[in-house]
């Protein structure tokens, strides 16, 4: 059977309209703010500071000489005159060779001479009695003259049964005991090892654009024309001490770039009285290049690098990360110099530059954290014990 519709009244359908606009108008839920996607990042105003104008590079301590003490004739080692680690002067004996055979090397070559000698005069007194030939007193001046090298070369290899330092110097531990065989192998037995520290070297690698600084600087001081360097100051620092260890002037500065590193050779050299560089150790080397002066200077963690070279992300007045460029210069207790690229005044992201792209945007919180002191570890003059 087919239902029975009944119409509605004008109030109901009144009602359903507006149930329906009610549905229709119901609020939605709020999106996120944007500003809740904002990368945090801290800024520091960037200032320039009175920084040390030198050049800290990593170098490792050398003798000023060393020499292995080798026994250059054979025999049996019958002393030394050292302790291991023993200072020696020059002069010192450090080993004695059984002597004997050469003793006698040299008796026999001087009886050689004595009779080559006598045979020599007795065919000149004949000759101006015309009572020999000139060939025969060629003959026997030749014989002298090869006995004559003969014993020479005698005394010398019993000299060479005593090896004695050479320089004033360190011993280190002796390769042979006494008693034994030395000499027979080619080229000889090493018996020890003679250094000289004092004074020392600490020689290190320097970048082009820090030689070509360096170079500038001894132009300036009248050095370059000369070629000399040592009137531009050095220090040295282990790795186990805060202050300077030895103060000392700059002694050495290839001519040649490294074609693999790109760096130039350099070398300081020290008085080192006191023996606390000795070959091997690393030390910091130091090259003082004037007094302090004002830079514009950034902590070293906070320039990245890439194909293009170094930059930073600096925030802008829109709260926007922009990438700068930057040149850059090395310098003391982990700075950097800002040559171009960035003016006193702007603020360069120190925390956060890890997720930045440029152009992106922002929220800027100032960088709470103390920065570096001004001056930044000035060398110290001669006599000084202050970093």
Known sequence: MTPTL???????????????????????STPPSASADLITVNTLTLQSRLVADRIELDGTVAPVQQVNVTARVAGK?????????DQVKAGQLL???????????????????????????????????NATSVSNVESDLSNMQQAEANLRLAQINLAYTEERAPFDGIMGRRQVDIG?????????????????????????????????????????RGQ????????TPV????????????????????HVVGGTSGT????????????????????????QLGPDRPALALPRDLVLSDQQGDYVFVVDADNRAKRRNIRTNNLPANLKE??????????????????????????????????????????????????
Do not use: H
């Open 95 to 129: 080993f004695a060779i059984e002597p004997d055979t050469y003793i006698e090397q040299v008796k026999l070559n001087q009886a050689r001479l004595d009779q080559a000698k006598s045979d020599y005069q007795r065919q000149t007194q004949l000759m101006k009695e």
């Open 264 to 287: 130039v050779a350099l070398r300081g050299k020290f008085a080192n009285q006191n023996y606390r560089l000795f070959p091997g150790l690393y030390a910091q080397l130091s090259v």
């Open 338 to 387: 800002v040559l171009s690229g960035l003016s006193a005044g702007e603020q360069v992201v120190s925390a956060g530059y890890n997720k930045l792209s440029d152009g992106q945007a922002v929220k800027a919180v100032a960088d709470t954290k103390p920065q570096a002191p001004a001056a930044a570890a000035s060398a110290p003059k001669a006599g000084s014990s202050r970093p």
């Open 180 to 220: 034994n065989y030395v000499g027979a192998a080619p080229g000889g037995t090493v018996l020890g090892t003679i250094v000289q520290i004092a004074p020392a070297y600490v020689n290190a690698a320097v970048s082009e654009r820090d030689a070509l600084r360096i170079r500038e600087k001894m132009g300036q």
């Open 6 to 28: 009944f119409p509605l009244s004008r109030a109901c359908w009144l009602a359903l309209a507006t149930a329906g606009l009610l549905v229709a108008c119901k609020p939605q």
């Open 77 to 85: 080692l019958l002393k030394i005159g050292f302790k291991d680690g």
């Open 235 to 254: 220090t040295a620092r282990l790795q186990t001490e805060n202050p300077v260890t030895e103060v000392g002037a700059l002694d050495f500065v290839d």
């Open 224 to 231: 370059a024309a000369k070629n000399k360097a040592g009137g």
